[in-house]
Each structure stands twice: as structure tokens, then as C-alpha cells.
């Protein structure tokens, strides 16, 4: 089953990716980690993608799309994988078709998690991720179980650069100009299925799952 997830900056794409992932027994890729591990570690693709995503802009896509196109080559993704972030331009989107066509194969389920702006922008402030392994929380709504750790992997939860109030509104508006097209684009592609974001996070999942079941 191959996933890709959709959905304003903190619709709950990471949240539900992973809950997905456990269930589904495929890989949960998710751009904005494998960018937070490579700037943790001080990599070279670190380096050019920090001033970007600090910025609230997106990475250029020639730094994205062979990146990702490799990853999908891995056994772990023979069964299939769940993108999270990725496509998130027309060209990334092209790119990932062009890709699988070549390979007799195409995304089953672009599944959009819709949240208006409004809620987005509440959400961010009280997000906690963790540096190890990715996984994400809220202080209100998802809290770990103890206050700071992650409950997967024991490492420091942290709140996100990119998650001050300025940056979440310029990354909804990228969103709305770079990213919302290609709900059009899966539509055409009768892949595109919506799912109201603003419920629980287990009403969410249990919508995404009787999907996909
Ligand atoms: P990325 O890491 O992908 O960030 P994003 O798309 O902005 O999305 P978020 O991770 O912020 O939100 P989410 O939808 O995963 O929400 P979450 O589950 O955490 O990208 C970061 C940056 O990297 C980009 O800005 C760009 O610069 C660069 N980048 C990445 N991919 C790229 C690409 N392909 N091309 C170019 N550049 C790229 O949930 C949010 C919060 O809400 C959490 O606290 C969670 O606990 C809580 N929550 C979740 N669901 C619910 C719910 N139902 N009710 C209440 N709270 C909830
Ligand atoms: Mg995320």
C-alpha cells in the first residue's frame, strides 16, 4: 500500500503517519525528519535545508526528490511506505509518478487531513517532538508520559524552530500556494480522499483506517 499523507503544516500528518506505519507494518518517511536528522548531525544537506525550513520555506526540490526516490529503492518499502511531506510541489509530485510508472506503479491513497488555519495555529505552540526518533506530542492533547522524554526512544522532547507563531503563518501560506494543488492533482488521479482533521486524534485514525482497511 503505497500512502501519502496531506495536509497544512500540524494538520496531524507526522501523528497519524506513524500510528499507520505500526499498523500497516510499512515505512513512515517524513521529509521534515530525515532534514531534522541531517541538521542534528550537522550534515552538508542539513546545512542548505536549515535557512529554508527556519524560514518557513520550503527545501528546493532538487535537494528532495533524488533523496527520496532512493529511499523508496529500500526492502523495507517492497510492501509500500507512508509519505509525510512528500510530495509537497506539482514538480516533487511528477517527479514520485514518473518514478513509480517506471516501476509498474502508482500511490494508492493520497489521504488529505483538513484542519482550518485557525485551529493550526493553536496546535503549534503546544508541539513537542522528539530529536531521536521523530515522534510527536502535544502538551495538551497527546502529552508523553513523562513531561519532556519521549516515550519511544527515551530521548529529549523539544519545541520545533520552525513552530513560533510568524513561521507557522508563513508555512500555512506556502501550503495554501506550493501544496494544496496537488489535492487536485491526486483527485484526477482518483487517489485523493479527505478526512476531517479536527476531530480526536484515535476519530481521525479510525476514519483514515476504515479507508484503508
Ligand atoms: P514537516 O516536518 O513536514 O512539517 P509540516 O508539513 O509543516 O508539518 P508538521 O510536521 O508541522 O505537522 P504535521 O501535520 O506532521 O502535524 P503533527 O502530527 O506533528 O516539514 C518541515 C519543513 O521541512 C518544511 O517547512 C520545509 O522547509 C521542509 N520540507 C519537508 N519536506 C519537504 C519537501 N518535500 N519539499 C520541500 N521542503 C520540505 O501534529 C501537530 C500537533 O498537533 C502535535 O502537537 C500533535 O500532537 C497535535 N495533534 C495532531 N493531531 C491532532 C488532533 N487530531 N487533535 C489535536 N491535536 C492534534
Ligand atoms: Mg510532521
Do not use: W
Not at 496531506?6 to 510499512?26: E, F, N, S, V
Not at 506539482?90 to 485557525?118: M, S
Amino acid at each position: 500500500m503505497k500512502i501519502i499523507m496531506l495536509g497544512a503544516p500540524g494538520a496531524g500528518k507526522g501523528t497519524q503517519a506513524k500510528m499507520l506505519a505500526d499498523r500497516y507494518g510499512i515505512p513512515h518517511i517524513s521529509t521534515g525528519d530525515i532534514f531534522r536528522a541531517n541538521i542534528k548531525n550537522n550534515t552538508e544537506l542539513g546545512q542548505k535545508a536549515k535557512g529554508f525550513m527556519d524560514k518557513g520555506l520550503l527545501v528546493p526540490d532538487e535537494l528532495v526528490v533524488d533523496l527520496v526516490i532512493d529511499r523508496i529503492k529500500n526492502a523495507d518499502c517492497m510492501r509500500g511506505f507512508i509519505f509525510d511531506g512528500f510530495p509537497r510541489t506539482v514538480p516533487q509530485a511528477e517527479a514520485l509518478t514518473y518514478a513509480l510508472n517506471n516501476q509498474n506503479e502508482k500511490i494508492d491513497y493520497a489521504i488529505e487531513v483538513e484542519v482550518p488555519d485557525e485551529n493550526i495555529i493553536e496546535r503549534m505552540g503546544g508541539r513537542r517532538a522528539c530529536v531521536g526518533c521523530g515522534a510527536t506530542y502535544h502538551v495538551v492533547f497527546n502529552a508523553p508520559k513523562v513531561e519532556g522524554i519521549c516515550d519511544h526512544c527515551g530521548e529529549k522532547l523539544i519545541l520545533r524552530d520552525d513552530d513560533k507563531p510568524e513561521t507557522v503563518k508563513d508555512r500555512l501560506k506556502v501550503y495554501h500556494d506550493q501544496t494544496q494543488p496537488l489535492i487536485d492533482f491526486y483527485a484526477e488521479k482518483g487517489a485523493h480522499v479527505r478526512i476531517d482533521g479536527t476531530q480526536d486524534i484515535m476519530k481521525v485514525f479510525e476514519d483514515i483506517t476504515k479507508i484503508l482497511d
